[in-house]
């Protein structure tokens, strides 16, 4: 079946500008995560949504970082005002449930983001 | 060949040995773990988890050991192939949903 998807798949931008980027979970599942990776390392949590619950938030660096989340299906990440620090590859990962006890996640490819 | 140490950010293997890729997680209330393989350009890809009441568990080709005393988890890949030289990463599940990512150990396959 179809997985994770993200798009796009590289977004060079200017500094200063807005950047939208956009993430399609599985089907059915109704958690999702946003994490970020700058290169040579781990990710970083972001933001979690579960369902219809209030996302958690905790994750985002700045409140230039925002997302939101239709129902349970399409998510998107939006980084007003980007700075050079912003670049790195955005990993959306979803699953089937949330929760204490976590579901497997599933990743998708990501998207590189370069700020120049 | 085996990696000695808590943790490695590499490991050069040769074909057709086995490789034991180690990490070190932080929270002792850590329920939950999970191992993921990210190729180049690629997102992670989950590969084995265990959950705190065992100690190992086995996949095809890999066992993950859990040492709950140490706050030590490790991956082994038996009879590695060309195909798993990759960005391994431990994650750990502590006290909620969210995923702590350790600094991941890139390991290469030698020929």
């Known amino acids: 079946g179809a997985g994770v998807s993200q798009s796009p798949s590289n977004k060079v931008t200017e500094k200063g500008k807005d950047v939208e980027l956009r993430c399609d979970p599985i089907?059915?599942?109704?958690?999702l995560y946003w994490y970020r990776q700058r290169l040579g390392q781990g990710l970083e949590f972001l933001i979690y949504?579960?369902?219809?619950?209030?996302?958690?938030k905790s994750g985002l660096p700045s409140d230039r970082f925002s997302a939101e989340r239709t129902g349970e299906s399409v998510s998107t990440l939006t980084i007003q005002r980007t700075q050079q620090e912003d670049s790195a590859v955005y990993l959306c990962?979803?699953?089937?449930?949330?929760?204490?006890?976590?579901?497997?996640?599933?990743f998708g490819p990501g998207t590189r983001l370069t700020v120049t | 060949g085996e990696s000695v140490g808590l943790h490695l950010p590499t490991l050069s293997v040769q074909e057709g040995d086995n490789s034991i890729i180690n990490c070190a997680y932080s929270?002792?209330?850590?329920?939950?773990f999970i191992w993921y393989k990210q190729e180049s350009g690629k997102g992670p890809q989950f590969i084995i988890d265990?959950?705190?009441?065992?100690d190992k568990r086995q996949g095809q080709r890999v066992t993950v050991l859990l040492n709950k005393t140490v706050k030590h988890l490790s991956l082994q890949i038996a009879a590695t192939q060309p195909g798993d030289s990759a960005v391994y990463f431990c994650?750990?599940?502590?006290?909620?949903?969210?995923?702590?990512f350790g600094a991941g150990t890139t390991v290469t396959v030698r020929a």
């Open positions: 990962a979803s699953s089937l449930a949330g929760g204490r006890l976590s579901y497997e996640q599933y």
């Open positions: 089907s059915g599942h109704t958690a």
């Open positions: 949504f579960q369902g219809n619950s209030a996302p958690d």
């Open positions: 929270n002792s209330a850590s329920d939950y």
């Open positions: 265990i959950r705190s009441n065992m």
């Open positions: 994650a750990e599940n502590g006290n909620d949903y969210k995923l702590s």
